[in-house]
């Protein structure tokens, strides 16, 4: 490092770029690019690879001049050698994951020039359809999405699953050093190297992240970061290609035998902007790189020879019929469907009578037991402590190498998680309070939900994200939210809640036979130390949706209803409370519905019950604003149309929570409060 701070060399393995001037943003442009003198023949798989991805981001970048791409394009013009090394090292069952400008890492692994062109430009013939387009593509064991720092845990979890299942594969992820500024590529690291994960972290330094110069933006060393949590580090360059591929291959073996993380930066120059024609860097500044470029300096030597025209030429055809293919090609049809409606159909619900903690810890027991796929995750779930709420109490014991602590690292456990999921595995990831769940936000919105959609239906997930939501316990503004509204509304997910009228070991075991989809489980703290019941209050019946996996329960009065309630999770408890005090002194008898399912949820379960009561009560613990409540009465309002439907809402006062008993009491829903409210709904006038 230079007095002032500015990045100095990282120690080059040989073959590196050595020393560099002032600043980093100037790798030693007196690096001679590598014509070699053994000729074209002995280089020619590697260099055809390169030259191929070239000419096809040029012919993408005409594309889109010519308005025939969707979107934007990034190139990875000047950086082809990078992901010819790192393809050429890897074995056919190895993992990719790739970023946005993935498009060279994508052809140097399968050469599929078609398949690529055709899901840029959006058509049937692409690889995943057109679903996913540039930055999305996936075929086989190579994904990419474009979300950076978060490629990083899910590589790793993909690393993770090899190494449960000893496959010998390891998982190569590819970063730029716009990256580095991303806090989930150092959560991984810390638990890559802790865990000693096949994990190979590959960084193009390109020096400039979008529009940005590494001056800016980027203290230290770049490989001493990931050497601080003890990863091994190599450094190459794209300019001595040959020994890059030399140094890639050594990395690769070492990652294998080793069964340890690397990280392998390579110097190089992207010598395109950015994104189609964004570039605001100075041309004096770009010409230097374009001058010394390995493919025009290999093309000025051998553009007469023969050998090079006639590869030139079959690459240019290749890459024209692809275009042409894709041209003639149809957009895909989405074949969108309605789902089809909830049941309506009740039966009796029994089950026997269970703690709900231990009710929870035997099904995650029996799912550990009984299938070799499942993994655990969280902090602090390993005994003598088993989690916050002693829902893993004893598991790591039975099963110590498929339960793990992990660090506080939400976002990195959640990604992990993904990769598990990606790799085949079906990962529990415990977040040690629903509050926190919003660090891990990223993996939920941008990865789960969204990999089995844009990569074309080809890869599954499941998931299990579970977690602690609600106060009542006076633990505050931080650790006593219920955030599950910020996490309902994804397609190809689902987020389930436990309450105490529906056993949770029936939940999970059902979850595990059949999870696809990522799937999130609200467990209300207040609900650990109470027991699971179908044991009817007197007067009511115990019922459940007939024929849903997840269904709603009903605690139906012998009576006709003079009201229906709507309530979510742990509020069950104040609710039937509310219900028999509503029944004993108000004779107003309520028809209370309690969904295991928030999301996706259908309010025709209810369309009975407000035939007949007129009126309707949603309850939850959450904030009023754009929450389940509002979901539930806005599609109880587009069905109902001018019923005459009486609606309210009963939600958490718009204020955090504090930790005084007394005062956290005036701010959530409590039994006082239902009842208040539902004398509210009675009492309203009629429409």
């Not at 078609?114 to 996936?138: D, F, N, P, T, Y």
């Not at 110069?213 to 360059?237: K, M, P, V, W, Y």
């Not at 860097?281 to 020879?305: F, H, I």
Request: net charge negative; proline share 6%; glycine share 10%.
């Amino acid at each position: 490092m230079t007095r002032d701070g500015r990045v100095g060399p990282s120690r080059p393995i040989s073959g590196g770029p050595g020393a560099m001037a002032e600043g980093p943003e100037y790798i030693n442009v007196a690096i001679e690019p590598m014509v070699p003198d053994d000729g074209l023949d002995f280089h020619l798989d590697t260099i055809r690879t390169a030259l191929l991805i070239r000419r096809t981001e040029q012919r993408l970048l005409q594309l889109f001049s010519e308005g025939k791409l969707f979107g934007t394009v990034h190139t990875c013009i000047g950086q082809e050698f990078v992901g010819v090394a790192v393809a050429q090292a890897l074995q056919e069952h190895d993992c990719v994951f790739s970023n946005h400008r993935g498009h060279g890492h994508y052809l140097a692994r399968f050469g599929d020039v078609e398949g690529l062109i055709g899901e840029v430009m959006g058509k049937a013939c692409g690889v995943c359809a057109g679903r996913g387009g540039s930055q999305h593509l996936q075929r086989d064991t190579y994904f990419s999405n474009g979300i950076q720092g978060g490629i990083v845990p899910v590589t790793a979890g993909l690393a993770l699953a090899n190494k449960c299942r000893n496959t010998g594969a390891i998982a190569a992820c590819f970063i730029g050093d716009g990256t580095l500024g991303q806090g989930a590529l150092y959560e991984t690291m810390n638990m890559a190297s802790k865990w000693d994960l096949p994990l190979l972290i590959v960084c193009e330094n390109n020096l400039f992240a979008q529009s940005t110069s590494q001056t800016q933006t980027l203290a230290g060393d770049i490989t001493a970061r990931a050497e601080a949590f003890g990863i091994e580090t190599a450094h190459s360059n794209t300019w001595q290609w040959t020994s890059l591929m030399d140094e890639m291959a050594a990395t690769v073996d070492q990652v294998r035998s080793s069964s340890r993380p690397m990280f392998h930066r390579v110097d190089t120059f992207r010598l395109m902007a950015h994104s189609k024609g964004d570039d605001n860097r100075p041309r004096d500044y770009v010409e230097p790189y374009e001058s010394r470029d390995p493919l025009n300096t290999m093309c000025e030597a051998w553009g007469e020879d023969p050998r090079w025209k006639a590869m030139s030429d079959e690459i240019d055809e290749m890459v024209e019929a692809a275009v042409a293919k894709a041209e003639a090609s149809a957009f895909d049809d989405l074949k969108l469907t309605t789902p089809p409606p909830a049941s309506t159909g009740w039966e009796p619900l029994q089950f026997d009578r269970a703690r709900v903690v231990q009710s929870i810890s035997g099904a995650l027991g029996e799912a550990l037991e009984n299938r070799d796929d499942v993994f655990v995750l969280g902090e602090d779930i390993e005994s003598p402590y088993g989690g916050a709420f002693k829902a893993t109490m004893g598991l790591s014991l039975d099963y110590p190498d498929r339960v793990r602590n992990t660090p506080i690292s939400e976002l990195g456990i959640a990604g992990i998680g993904n990769g598990l999921a990606l790799g085949g595995m079906i990962p529990v990831v415990e977040f040690m309070f629903g509050d926190f769940t919003m660090l891990a936000s990223d993996q939920w919105v941008n990865h789960a939900s969204k990999f089995r959609f844009m990569f074309n239906d080809k890869v599954r997930m499941p998931v299990i994200y579970r977690t602690p939501m609600g106060g009542k316990r006076g633990y505050a503004s931080t650790h006593s939210q219920s955030l599950e509204k910020h996490l309902l509304g994804l397609p190809d997910t689902q987020v389930l809640c436990l309450h105490h009228r529906y056993s949770p070991a029936q939940l999970y075991s059902d979850l595990f036979a059949t999870i696809d989809l990522p799937t999130l489980v609200i467990e209300n703290k207040i609900l650990y130390g109470k027991y699971a019941t179908s044991e009817p209050l007197p007067g009511f019946s115990l019922l459940k949706q007939t024929d849903e996996r997840f269904p709603v329960v009903r605690l139906k009065p012998e009576v006709p209803a003079d009201i229906t309630m709507v309530v979510i999770g742990g509020l069950s408890l104040d609710a039937e409370e509310a219900v028999v005090r509503l029944f004993e002194e108000e004779e107003v008898a309520v028809d209370l519905f309690m969904p295991t399912q928030l999301y996706p949820f259908d309010v025709g379960v209810l369309s009975e019950s407000l035939e007949t009561s007129r009126r309707l009560l949603v309850v939850e613990e959450g904030q009023g604003f754009v929450s389940l409540a509002s979901e539930i009465l806005a599609q109880v309002a587009e069905r109902h149309g001018q019923s005459g439907i009486v609606c309210k809402r009963l939600n958490a006062s718009p204020v955090p929570i504090p930790a005084a008993r007394p005062l956290e009491e005036q701010c959530l829903p409590g039994v006082d409060d239902i009842v208040a409210r539902t004398m509210e709904v009675m009492n309203a006038p009629g429409q």
